[in-house]
């Protein structure tokens, strides 16, 4: 698995709150099972504790994307760097399940899970893969989806950087209350036309029967 792939990891932890609506999908243990993978080596080895831990990474987690979406580029690294320290990894060299096609390992990458809880460990991965990501596409491929009322993370793979929401249905959601906003506005503004056309027509009438009356 490559590393910038990990960065997903990040992704799925962020977005299992929606502050916002006020809801939290990260609430117990079969949450975070959920969350690391049912079947993994993780899994077999959560304690309560981690359902803390992983709530706490995530707002940092968080805050790292909210930086990057406001153009605060420093301050994202800074964040990331700060996570990066405290929860580092250990890479392997590994040619498990890759092959090319003579059967030899296609030897990459991989990072080894020896941390010290199961909430370290998801947390090493997800950092390591972000920054991989980062620095392999630049900190504004990091964003916070700007459909109301909509907060999640995404990662911007576009070819030209302009993704703006997480998913289509966001996207969609968006356009729509866009278009609806527009027509409000043109139909507000044909009002105002036709209010002003009517108090013309009133002051022009006025004026002519102020100038008969003269005559």
Excluded at 139 to 146: E, F, H, S, Y
Aim: charged share 30%.
């Amino acid at each position: 698995m490559e590393l910038a792939s990990y960065s997903d990891y990040a992704v799925r932890l962020v977005n299992t709150e929606e502050p916002a609506r006020a809801a939290d999908a990260l609430t117990s243990l079969d949450a975070v099972r959920e969350l690391v993978g049912p079947e993994s080596q993780s899994a077999r080895r959560l304690t309560d504790g981690d359902l803390t831990r992983l709530r706490a990474v995530r707002t940092r987690l968080r805050a790292v994307f909210e930086a990057a979406a406001e153009g605060e580029e420093v301050r994202a690294v800074d964040l990331l760097n700060a996570l990066l320290m405290e929860f580092p990894v250990s890479p392997q060299v590994s040619g498990h399940e890759y092959r090319d096609e003579d059967g030899r390992p296609k030897w990459h990458l991989h990072i080894a899970d020896h941390a010290p809880s199961a909430a370290a460990s998801y947390t090493a991965i997800a950092c390591m893969g972000l920054a991989v990501h980062l620095t392999e596409l630049g900190v504004d491929r990091l964003g916070i989806c700007q459909a109301t009322p909509c907060r999640n993370a995404y990662l911007d793979t576009s070819t030209n950087r302009s993704r703006r929401y997480c998913s289509d249905r966001c996207a969609t959601r968006a356009n729509v209350a866009a278009y609806r906003a527009r027509k409000r506005l043109g139909n507000g503004r044909s009002e105002e036309r036709a209010e002003g056309d009517r108090t013309g027509r009133t002051a022009d009438a006025a004026h002519d029967s102020s100038a008969a009356a003269e005559r």
